[in-house]
C-alpha cells in the first residue's frame, strides 16, 4: 500500500484515479485526522508500520525464546507481568532453601514435585515448634531466620557460659531465688563502691578542710552533719560567714565569751536605739530603711552609726525640712499627694516641678473645655475630614457651575438679526455673518465686518482677546464697547497704546509685574549693528501703563507664586526684588539634581565682540544631550544678548547636520505644546519651561584676560528688570553656563543695581545663600503641639524638620527620607498657628493642599483636638502612615505644572 500510494503521488494528476480513492478508503477508518495527513507521510507511516510486523513475526518464531519459555511463550501477546511475577519467585525461593534443584523442579514439574514438600513440611513442623518454644524458655528468642548450624553453635556457647559461671555463684552463696538481672546489678553497685572508695582516698582537699576529723571511710559523719547544722543555723541569724569563721577557728571556750560579751552590749544598743525611737515619735514616725538608705534587714551596726553623725552634721537643714513638711502638708490639701509621692522618690527633680504642674493644669483645663464646648466635645477626625472633602468637591463643582451659568446666559442673549436680504453692502448684523459664513473667498475686512455686525458678533463671542494694536486696527471708535477690559503684561505696554482698548471699556483691570521688563521698540525693528546700542535702548525704555496705574488706581498683590516647582528658583528674586513678599510653596525635594540652580563653570572661556564661543559650544552641547536623553522635559535656552543667541543657534544646527539622533530630537520638539527655544533676554518674557539653561555670555577678554565691567543693558538703570524676567522662566531647573565668578565683577561706589544683582546672583548659584540667609527657614515650631509630634516621631527612628519652606508659605512638619536625607518622604500639616491665619476657607483647606500635591508632596494632617482625646490610636495611624510613606517614597513628576 506504501508503494501504491507513492506511485501514485508521483504521477500528474495521480489523485484523480480511481486507485487513490479505493487506497484513500481503505486508510480512513485507521487515521484519526484523514484530512490533515498528507500522502508522503501517510506512506511513510505504511512502510514503518510494514517493518514493525516483519520484526513481530521473526520475534514469534525465535527457537531459543520458546524453548527458555515453553508454554509461557506466546509472541508480542506473552502475558509479561505474570512471566516477570515467577521469575521473581523462583529466585526468592532459590536464595531460602540455597537448592536450585528443587526450584527448577518446582517450576518445571509442579504436579509432582508439590505433594513432596507437603509431606516434608508436616514430618518437621511438629520438631520445628517444639525447638521454637525451648528456645524462647530460654531467652534466646525465636530466631526463625538462622541457620541451624548457627543455632547450634549459640547453644554450645550458652552452655559452656553456665559451666563457667554457677560456680561462682554458689560460692556467693546467693539468695533464693536469685535472677540474672540482680546478679548484674550487684556487680554494677560493688564496682561503683570501690569507684568511690578510690577517689575519696586521692580527695587532697577533704584531709585539708577536715584535717584529723578526716578518717576515710571510717570518719564520724554524724558528728561533722551536727556541726554543719549548728553553723547553718547561725548563719540564718545574719550573722556574716567571717564570723562564722572566726568563731570555728580558735578554742571554743574563748571564742564563746567573746560572743557573749558583744551579745550583751549589743542588746543594751538596741535597747538604747527603741528609746530614741520612742522619742523622736513624738515628732513623727521613722522610716529606718528611708533614714539609713539601706532596707531593714540588711543594715549594720555601722550604717546606723553613720546615719547618726551624718544628722548631726547637718542640723542646718532642719529649717527647711521643717518648711518642706509645711508645703507638702499644703500640697496634700489642694489634692496633689501624687506630685508629693514622684518627688519623695525623687522621679520628679524640684526644677521641673512648676512645668509638671502647668502641664497637669493645662490638660485638666483642656479636659474641662473638651466636656464642656459640644463642638470639641462632638469633634472626631473621620467627620472633620468627611466635611472637608464635600466642601471641596462643592467648591470644584460650583468653579464648573459658574463657568456653565455664564455659557447659559450667553446661549440666551439674542442676536440682533440686522438686515439679511438685499444688496451685500446693505447687509447687517446675524444676516452679515451667516453671508460670510456662506462665502469660500473674498471675505470683506475685519474692520469692516465689525463695523456692520459688532453688535452680533459681541452676542456670540462677548470675550475678545486681542493685542492693543489689533484693538486701534479691528475695532472702530464708538461702534464696539466691553463691561470689562482685563490687559495682561502690562509693564510692557505703552500708555499711548493702551489708551485705545482702556475707553472701550465700562471697567479695567491693569494686570502686569512693575519688576519685569519696561516697554521697548528697540526689537521692534531690524539692525543690522554688530553691537547694541545701549543708549538706543535706554532711550526707549518708557513708562508702561502699568506704572501710571499703580499711581492712579488701587493697587493688590498677587502673592502666591506657582510657577516654581523649587524654592530656590524664585528666592532671589523675591529677596532682592519683592521685599520677601511672595509665599513660596516648598519642594519636598530639598537637594535633587532634577530640581533647583546648576553651575557649568566653564573655564578658559573669552568674551569678544559680545560673544562667547567657549560657552556657546558648552551649551549647545548640554541641549543636544538634554534633547536626546530627556525629550519629555522641556527646555529653553536663554542669553543675555541677541549675538550670544545667534552663537548657539548656530552651533546646534551644526550639531543638528552631524548627529541623527539629535535631528530626530529637534523634530520632534516642533509639534509640542511647548517647543524647545532658544532666545536672548529682551525676548523671553511670558515664556517658561521645567527647564532654562541661561548663558551668561560675558567673560574675559581674550587678549588681556581681564573681565571688563561692561554688561550692556543690565547696566542701565532698569537693567535689573532684565534679569529678574531671566531668573524666573524655569519651573523645575535652572542650569547657568557662565566663565564668570561672582568675584569677578567690581562694584564701584554707585554701582548699577542691574550689576549688583548679577553680582549677587552668581554668588547665590554658587553658595546658595543670598547674603547671609540660606534658603531654609531656621524656623522654630509654631506650637508645642508640633514639638510632640516631631519628638515622637524623632523617637521612632525619623529625621523631621520643622517649618519646610522660604518664605511666606510653610509645610509644620518634613520627614526626611533615611536613604536620601535631601528629600521629604512626608509632609504634616498641625491645625496649628499657618491653618488657622489663612484668609479664606478655600485657601485653608483646598487650595494649599492641592498646590504642595502638585509639587509632588505627601500629605498627612493631624488635628490637635483628636491628639488629645485619642492619642494612642492617632499615634499608630501616624506612624503607619510614615512606614508607608517610607517604603513607598514619592517620585518627581516629569509632567508641567502651573
Not at 516477570?84 to 509432582?112: G, H, I, K, M, Y
Not at 513678599?581 to 559680545?610: C, M, R
Request: aromatic share 8%; net charge neutral; glycine share 6%.
Amino acid at each position: 500500500m506504501a508503494k501504491q500510494l507513492r506511485t501514485i503521488h508521483g504521477q500528474w494528476f495521480g489523485r484523480l484515479r480511481s486507485e487513490y480513492r479505493t487506497l484513500r478508503k481503505e486508510l480512513t477508518p485507521v487515521l484519526r485526522n484523514p484530512k490533515e495527513v498528507r500522502d508522503r507521510t501517510l506512506a511513510g507511516h505504511l512502510e514503518t508500520l510494514a517493518g514493525l510486523l516483519d520484526e513481530d513475526k521473526r520475534f514469534a518464531e525465535d527457537t531459543n525464546i520458546k524453548a527458555a519459555l515453553a508454554a509461557a511463550f506466546k509472541g508480542v501477546e506473552t502475558d509479561w507481568p505474570a512471566l516477570r511475577d515467577a521469575v521473581t519467585w523462583v529466585e526468592t525461593f532459590t536464595q531460602t532453601t540455597e537448592d536450585a534443584f528443587l526450584s527448577q523442579d518446582l517450576l518445571t514439574n509442579r504436579a509432582v514435585t508439590v505433594p513432596k514438600v507437603s509431606r516434608f513440611r508436616g514430618q518437621f513442623s511438629q520438631p520445628v515448634t517444639i525447638l521454637q518454644q525451648r528456645l524462647t524458655a530460654c531467652g534466646l528468642g525465636t530466631h526463625k531466620e538462622s541457620p541451624l548450624t548457627l543455632l547450634q553453635k549459640l547453644l554450645e556457647e550458652h552452655a559452656r557460659v553456665l559451666d563457667e559461671t554457677l560456680p561462682l555463684l554458689r560460692r556467693a552463696q546467693l539468695a533464693r531465688p536469685t535472677t540474672i538481672e540482680q546478679i548484674s546489678s550487684a556487680i554494677t553497685a560493688k564496682q561503683q563502691l570501690l569507684d568511690i572508695e578510690q577517689e575519696l582516698e586521692t580527695r587532697q582537699e577533704l584531709h585539708a578542710v577536715l584535717g584529723p576529723h578526716w578518717q576515710g571511710f571510717a570518719t564520724d559523719t554524724d558528728s561533722l552533719l551536727q556541726a554543719l547544722d549548728w553553723i547553718s543555723r547561725i548563719r540564718t541569724t545574719g550573722v556574716s560567714p567571717g564570723f562564722v569563721s572566726w568563731f570555728v577557728s580558735g578554742p571554743e571556750g574563748l571564742r564563746t565569751h567573746e560572743v557573749s560579751t558583744m551579745a550583751y552590749t549589743t542588746k543594751r544598743f538596741v535597747a538604747v536605739l527603741g528609746e530614741v525611737l520612742q522619742l523622736l515619735s513624738r515628732w513623727g514616725s521613722v522610716n529606718l530603711a528611708r533614714w539609713l538608705a539601706k532596707e531593714e534587714t540588711s543594715y549594720t551596726f555601722q550604717d546606723i552609726i553613720f546615719a547618726c553623725d551624718r544628722c548631726l552634721a547637718t542640723t542646718d537643714y532642719l529649717n527647711r525640712w521643717g518648711e518642706f513638711c509645711r508645703v507638702v502638708a499644703r500640697l496634700q490639701e489642694y489634692g496633689l499627694a501624687d506630685q508629693i509621692t514622684l518627688i519623695q522618690e525623687h522621679s520628679l527633680t524640684p526644677d521641673r516641678h512648676a512645668s509638671y504642674f502647668r502641664a497637669l493644669a493645662y490638660e485638666a483645663i483642656a479636659r474641662q473645655a473638651v466636656q464642656t464646648t459640644p463642638t470639641l466635645t462632638n469633634f472626631t477626625r473621620v467627620a472633620y475630614e468627611r466635611t472637608i472633602r464635600e466642601f471641596q468637591r462643592i467648591d470644584r463643582d460650583l468653579n464648573c457651575l459658574r463657568g456653565q451659568l455664564i455659557a447659559s446666559h450667553i446661549a440666551k442673549r439674542p442676536i440682533p438679526a440686522g438686515i439679511g436680504t438685499g444688496p451685500v453692502r446693505t447687509l447687517t448684523n446675524r444676516g452679515l455673518i451667516e453671508h460670510e459664513l456662506s462665502k469660500k473667498t473674498r471675505h470683506i475686512p475685519i474692520r469692516q465686518l465689525v463695523r456692520r455686525a459688532g453688535k452680533a458678533l459681541q452676542a456670540i463671542k462677548p470675550c475678545f482677546m486681542m493685542s492693543p494694536l489689533s484693538v486701534a486696527q479691528y475695532l472702530p471708535p464708538g461702534q464696539m464697547d466691553f463691561d470689562l477690559v482685563v490687559m495682561d503684561e502690562a509693564s510692557q505696554v505703552k500708555p499711548e497704546d493702551a489708551l485705545g482698548a482702556i475707553l472701550r471699556g465700562k471697567q479695567v483691570v491693569i494686570v502686569g509685574d512693575p519688576k519685569q521688563l519696561p516697554p521697548t521698540t528697540f526689537f521692534d525693528q531690524i539692525s543690522d549693528v554688530e553691537e547694541e546700542d545701549e543708549e538706543r535702548i535706554a532711550a526707549e525704555e518708557t513708562e508702561s501703563i502699568l506704572e501710571i496705574a499703580q499711581r492712579t488706581f488701587a493697587n493688590r498683590m498677587l502673592l502666591w507664586h506657582y510657577r516654581s516647582q523649587h524654592p530656590s528658583l524664585i528666592a532671589f528674586s523675591n529677596s532682592q526684588f519683592y521685599n520677601n513678599e511672595l509665599l513660596l510653596f516648598p519642594s519636598p525635594y530639598a537637594q535633587h539634581d532634577e530640581f533647583g540652580i546648576q553651575v557649568h563653570w566653564i573655564e578658559a572661556a573669552t568674551y569678544k565682540n559680545s560673544r562667547n564661543l567657549t560657552e556657546a559650544l558648552a551649551v549647545a552641547q548640554a541641549v543636544r544631550a538634554h534633547l536626546i536623553e530627556r525629550p519629555e522635559v522641556s527646555l529653553g535656552v536663554a542669553t543675555m544678548n541677541s549675538q550670544q543667541r545667534d552663537l548657539i543657534l548656530a552651533e546646534i544646527e551644526r550639531l543638528q547636520k552631524a548627529d541623527g539622533r539629535f535631528d530626530v530630537a529637534l523634530r520632534q520638539q516642533e509639534g509640542r505644546d511647548e517647543p524647545f527655544f532658544v532666545k536672548n533676554l529682551e525676548n523671553v518674557q511670558g515664556d517658561e519651561r521645567e527647564v532654562i539653561f541661561i548663558s551668561t555670555t560675558y567673560g574675559r577678554d581674550p587678549d588681556t584676560q581681564r573681565v571688563y565691567q561692561r554688561f550692556g543693558p543690565i547696566a542701565r538703570d532698569k537693567g535689573w528688570r532684565r534679569l529678574n524676567v531671566l531668573f524666573t522662566r524655569a519651573r523645575r531647573r535652572i542650569e547657568l553656563f557662565t566663565s564668570l565668578k561672582a568675584n569677578d565683577i567690581v562694584l564701584g561706589e554707585n554701582p548699577s543695581r542691574g550689576v549688583a544683582a548679577f553680582r549677587d546672583y552668581l554668588a547665590f548659584a554658587e553658595t546658595g545663600h543670598i547674603g547671609e540667609r540660606g534658603l531654609d527657614s531656621g524656623r522654630s515650631p509654631d506650637s508645642d503641639f508640633e514639638v510632640d509630634v516631631a519628638t515622637l516621631l524623632d523617637a521612632h527612628g525619623y529625621q523631621t524638620e520643622a517649618q519646610i519652606g522660604v518664605a511666606g508659605f510653610f509645610i509644620d512638619i518634613g520627614v526626611k527620607d533615611t536613604q536620601d536625607p535631601g528629600t521629604y518622604i512626608l509632609g504634616i500639616e498641625c491645625d496649628g498657628a499657618t491653618y488657622h491665619s489663612a484668609k479664606s476657607l478655600r485657601d485653608r483647606d483646598r487650595l494649599r493642599q492641592e498646590i504642595l500635591e502638585a509639587k509632588g508632596w505627601k500629605i498627612h494632617r493631624i488635628w490637635s483636638t483628636d491628639w488629645f482625646k485619642n492619642r494612642e490610636s492617632e499615634i499608630q495611624r501616624l506612624l503607619s502612615v510614615v512606614a508607608n510613606a517610607a517604603r513607598t517614597p514619592e517620585k518627581f513628576k516629569t509632567s508641567s505644572a502651573s
